[in-house]
Every structure is written in C-alpha cells, then in structure tokens.
C-alpha cells in the first residue's frame, strides 16, 4: 500500500469515526441519565436521512439543514414521551423492549412511507467540493466531519459543565432519585438529553450519508449498533470517551475494508465489545459503579 | 374442577388437535395457508419458548436467537441436503470434499438410521448451537442486562457475518445461500418435535433448577447468598435455551426449503420478542399462543393491510405494501406501553383457570350482595 492511499484510507477512516462519535455521543447521554440503551437512535438518525431527502426536494440546503435538525429533536423528544416516560418506573426489560418496540416502528413506518428501495440522498455542494493536496484528494466533508465533531463535542461538554441545566444533568446522572428531591426537573433534564442527542445525531446522518449517497429503512440499524459499542468502548456516561470510542471504531472498520476483509468489518466491531467488556467492563472513561444490596 | 374432569378435558383437546391436524394432512391442497401458518407457529413457538426460558424465568435479557437458529439451520441445511442436488446448490464454489463424502456414506447407509437422519441432523444442530452458546457464555454472562443484551445481538451478527463469508463458501455457500434442503415428510411431525421440545422445558421450569432460575430473576445478590451458583445456572439456562433455539432454527430450514444469512437478522429476533411479549413475558403457555396468534396475523389475518382495499366503492387509503408491518409494530407499542403483561401476564393456562373466567361474572354478583347484607 502505498503512502497516498494510506492517508486516503486515514482521511476516510476518521471521517467515519467522527460521524460515529456523534450518534454514540446520543448514547452515551441517554444511557447515563436513564440508563437505557436507546435502540431507537439508530432509527433516529435513519429518519433524519430521509427528513434531509424531503427538505432538499424544495429548500436551499442552508435552510434545509436546521429543519432537519428540528425536525429530528422533535422526533427524538416525541419518543421519550411517548414510549419511555410512561415506563419510567417500570423494570428495566420493559423500556428496553419499549426501545426496540419504537425501532421497529420506525423501520417499518420507514419502508411503509418510503419503501425499502434506497432513495439517493441529496449532495450538498459545498460538502462535496474536491479538495487536492498533492496525490490525494478527498471532499470537504472528510476535512469538515472530525473538525466539526470535536467543535460540538468541546461546546457539549463547556456546557454540561458549566451551565445550569448542565448541572442537572450530572446530578441526574448520579442519582435519579435524590436529584428529583433536590427540585431538579427531571423531565426537562430528560428532554434536554433527547433534544441534544437527537441533534448531534441529525448533523452525523448529514455527514454519514453526504459520504454514502443513498438511505434505506434499514441504514440505521448497523450504524446505531456500532455507535453504542462505541459508546461501550470509551466507558457509557462519558461524553469524550464516547468520541474516542468512535473515532475507534470507524478507523478499525476503514483499516478492515481497505485490507479486504470487509466481510469482517462489521463483526469486529462486536469482537471489540466483547474484548473490552471482558477486560475493562466500565470502558476507557468510564467510572467504576459498584453494586449495593 | 375434579382432577378426572381436567383430565378428560385434557385428552379431548390433544384429540382434537390430532384430529385436526389429521384433517389437515387429508386436505393438504385446500388448506395450504392454515398448514404453513401453523407449522411456522409451531417452529416459532419452540423458539420463543425458549427465548422465554432466558428472559422470562432466568432474568437474562438475551438478543442472540437469530444466531442461534442460523447454527441450528445451516448444520441441519448442510447435513439434509441430498447428494444429488449438492452440485446444483454448491455450483459457485463447490462443496467441501469432506462433507460430499460423509453425504455420500450416509446414502449407504441402512434405512433405519436413514429414516431416523432428519431428526439426528436437528438434534445435531441444536448441540452445535449448545455448544457455541456454551463458549460465549463463559465471558458474556458475566455481564448485566443491557450489556448482555446488546453482547448477544453483537454475537448473532458476527455469527451472521461469519455465515456470509467468502472464507466459508465451501461450506456455508457464502452469500448465495442453501436451497434443495428437503422438508418434513409429514405434517404431524414438526407438531411432535415442537410439542417435545417444549414438554422437556417444561419439566426444566418446575424442576429444581427451573426454581433456582426463577430465583436468579428475582434477586440475584440473594440468590447467590442462598447457596445458588449463578455461573452455573446461567450458563445451563443459556445453554439449554440455545439448543432449543438451534433445533427450532433446523426446523426453519426444513420448512422453508431454503435459507441464506439474510433470513436470520436482528429482525428475526426481534419478532421472537415481540411473540413473548405479546404472549406475556413469564408464561411458556403465553408464548405459545403468542407464536400462534403473532404467525397467523402477520402471515395471514392481516393481509389485507397490504393490498388496496375498497367497501362500497370507497377505496380505504392507507392500504398498500408495508402498512400491515406499521400496524403490527403500533400493536407492539400498545402491548407494550399499556398491556405490559401481555396475554397472560406470568399465568399458566388450566383449566381452573377458564373456570374462574367463566364463573366470574357470577361470583362477582355474589360478593356484591353480601357486601350490601353487611
């Protein structure tokens, strides 16, 4: 392999890792304040493929970018209200199924309203204006997906520690029960998770897709798996780790394919679950939690 | 009710099934939806059995089903499929010479252990799907919930990725899939095999060890401090779940004919769920009717969701290819958000049972007038 198509591979590998580490950061928040993997955020950010199909058809993309992105949070809020604040109290089994229940729903409203042929998703000219730097040259949004991931991350995380309703969601985040005695809003905290994980998640599936070129019901799904074990890998709850885990991840998954097991691709990513569930279980960042009778 | 009266009851109703089924397999050319509805409801309902024996009676939140019943389907797939079709379904890559030569010593062989091969082959890919269950029960089952869960779904996906891979084309047929694999020879026997299979799981539930499971759902921590080795009952729990699971999937290649990786994704898995949480997340008998009811409605009663529709020369919007799946999943929500126990909740079905519902009505009256007298 030779120098320039190495740093192509590089190039690619990161991009994908900073469209992961958007959705796993999704994740990684709702799991820590509800302690819920959200099988639907894979959903989620399909939906916000298509929502990015329809609003191109009539909208400058300068505009058609934020109505995705509001139209996502509206999405993943009505979610939460629907599907997972009635379970609130209710054994842990019963909201995760009440996930992959609204997973479902949204793959099948997906292939009902759209069909299961993959639709092209729309291009953005300015994301795909070819850059050259000597041999190797790459699209803009190569150069703009880990920039802006890290950018989001840095705002995300100044904001979880410094505002107010940043502090709610750490107190939440340690102890459900005690923050809610402590007059902390639980439900505006909650909604605040969804609303913020759901936007990330609509600026990764425009970065996603910008680079894969088409959407089908079901192209959320592996992207949703891999970006929770991202958020595994780095430690669940951590908001960096997150990022690294998913920076992880897409450049493994670009090594494989660009060393020709991309059959493989998709299983090492479990394999390096497994792997690190064995011998780190909290994760890179994650904090120890110990279990009390 | 008398002991002899639920007896009698009892043999009735297993003759009428017979009987039934007897019916069916006189008819075959006439009833060819109720036949397939019902045999897919039989293999699902072993699957969901079992997938209830992890989840509803040992706590384990388990998500690797599809993976085992594609162990169980492509062992059982590759062992069936007869000598003279191997070229035709291996024409990309061709077969492995080891197992064209096992197949070929199996068609020498004598007629009672040829009669008797179907069966040994499920049988075969239920401990194959043990034992993989075996080897990764040993790291996953240290984890909790949703760590298992998503560890497990990561399981049947490398499994499904494995299955799918050009380094196995001789043996698995890659992408392309096995075809040609024959079927049940008779109607009445995926019934038995099912009807077998969850009896055996059943004297598993009220057995010591189904007791111990059920203590390991309630409360782990005081499982253990009462002498219960959670390694062990887990392991066996998971274990004996995925072999069911890997016979049920065998039976899936045998009724479908033909398989490819394609058919045992997370949406498999997904639907087994949803049968055990419509049938009540606790209840084997739960399960079984959910089998039965999910098959039948997805596969047949709710059809017409998927074709245009007109009453009255008003043409129905809405009705169109996909709108049945958007009907199915709004009902799983529902069940979900409102019926959390499902059919029948962690309740068995008996007789004294239907009794009670049908004596209660009356007995209702009864209190409420002795209420009034007080």
């Given at each position: 392999m030779s120098f320039t198509t190495f740093i192509q591979h590089c190039l690619t590998g990161i991009s994908l890792g900073g469209a992961y580490a958007l959705i796993a950061v999704g994740y990684t928040m709702v799991y820590g304040i509800?302690?819920?993997?959200?099988?639907a955020h894979g959903d989620i950010f399909m939906m916000a493929g298509y929502f990015m199909i329809f609003a191109m058809v009539s909208l400058p993309w300068a505009v058609a970018i934020p109505v995705v992105i509001i139209a996502t949070v509206i999405l993943g809020v009505a979610i939460e209200r629907v599907a997972y604040k009635p379970l609130r109290t209710a054994p842990r089994m019963s909201i995760m199924i009440s996930a992959i229940g609204v997973s479902y729903l949204l793959q099948n409203l997906a292939t009902y309203l759209f069909t299961a042929l993959p639709k092209a998703y729309p291009t953005i000219p300015l994301l795909k204006k070819i850059f050259q730097i000597g041999d190797i040259s790459a699209s803009l949004v190569t150069f703009i997906t880990p920039v802006l991931t890290i950018a989001l991350v840095i705002g995300l995380v100044m904001m979880i520690n410094h505002t107010k309703i940043g502090m709610a969601m750490r107190a939440v985040s340690k102890d459900f029960e005690t923050s809610q005695l402590m007059g902390i809003k639980i439900n505006t905290v909650i909604s605040m998770t969804f609303i913020i994980g759901s936007a990330l998640a609509a600026v990764g599936s425009i970065l996603y897709f910008t680079d894969r070129m088409s959407v089908t019901p079901f192209s959320g799904t592996l992207p949703g798996l891999k970006c929770f074990v991202a958020a595994v890998l780095g430690g669940i709850g951590s908001i960096p780790g997150a990022v690294v885990g998913g920076f992880i991840i897409g450049i493994c998954e670009t090594a494989l394919v660009a060393l020709g097991y991309s059959t493989f691709s998709d299983a090492f990513t479990f394999v390096l679950l497994i792997i690190m569930l064995l011998f780190k279980?909290?994760?890179?960042?994650g904090e120890k939690i110990i279990d009390k009778v | 009710m008398k002991k002899s009266v639920k007896w009698i009851l009892n043999v009735v109703m297993i003759a009428l099934v017979v009987l039934l089924l007897i019916f069916l397999e006189n008819n075959k050319s006439d009833q060819g939806m109720l036949i397939s509805v019902l045999q897919k409801g039989a293999i699902l309902a072993i699957v969901a059995v079992a997938m209830n024996l992890l989840?509803?009676?040992?706590g384990l939140f388990s998500l690797g089903q599809a993976g085992f019943m594609a162990i169980g389907a492509y062992t059982t797939a590759i062992f069936l499929i007869p000598v003279a079709a191997v070229d035709g379904v291996y024409y990309m890559n061709g077969i492995n010479p080891g197992i064209k030569a096992f197949k070929e010593v199996i068609e020498t062989a004598p007629s009672w252990l040829q009669a008797c091969y179907p069966y040994l082959a499920l049988i075969v890919g239920g401990v194959f799907a043990a034992l993989f269950a075996a080897l990764i029960g040993?790291?996953?089952?240290?984890l909790k919930s949703d760590y298992l869960a998503i560890a497990t779904l990561g399981f049947s996906e490398i499994i499904r990725a494995l299955l799918s891979s050009p380094q196995f084309d001789t043996i698995t047929n890659g992408s392309y899939g096995l075809n040609k694999i024959p079927g049940f020879s008779n109607l009445l026997i995926p019934f038995i095999i099912a009807g077998v299979c969850i009896l055996l799981m059943i004297l598993l539930i009220h057995s010591t060890y189904g007791r111990a499971f059920k203590a390991i759902r309630e409360d782990e921590i005081a499982a253990e401090a009462m002498g219960i080795n959670l390694f062990k009952h887990k392991e066996m729990s998971f274990v004996i779940s995925s072999f069911f699971t890997g016979v049920a999937g065998g039976m899936l290649a045998m009724f479908m004919r033909s398989i490819e990786?394609?058919?045992?994704?997370?949406a498999l898995t997904y639907d087994i769920l949803l049968i055990i949480v419509i049938g009540g997340i606790g209840s084997v008998t739960g399960s079984v009717l959910g089998a039965f009811l999910v098959t039948a409605s997805k596969?047949?009663?709710?059809?017409?969701?998927d074709q245009p529709q007109t009453i009255f020369g008003w043409e129905v919007p809405l009705?169109?290819?996909g709108f049945r799946m958007v009907i199915f999943s709004i009902l799983l929500m529902v069940v979900v958000l409102?019926?959390?126990?499902?059919?029948?909740g962690t309740n068995e079905f008996s007789w004294d049972g239907i009794w009670n519902f049908i004596k209660k009505p009356f007995t209702k009256k009864k209190t409420a007038k002795g209420g009034a007298a007080q």
């Open positions: 509800l302690r819920l993997i959200n099988f279980p909290t994760g890179l960042f | 989840n509803g009676f040992t040993i790291p996953v089952l240290r990786a394609k058919t045992f994704s997370i596969e047949w009663w709710l059809r017409f969701f009705f169109r290819t409102f019926y959390r126990r499902g059919l029948m």
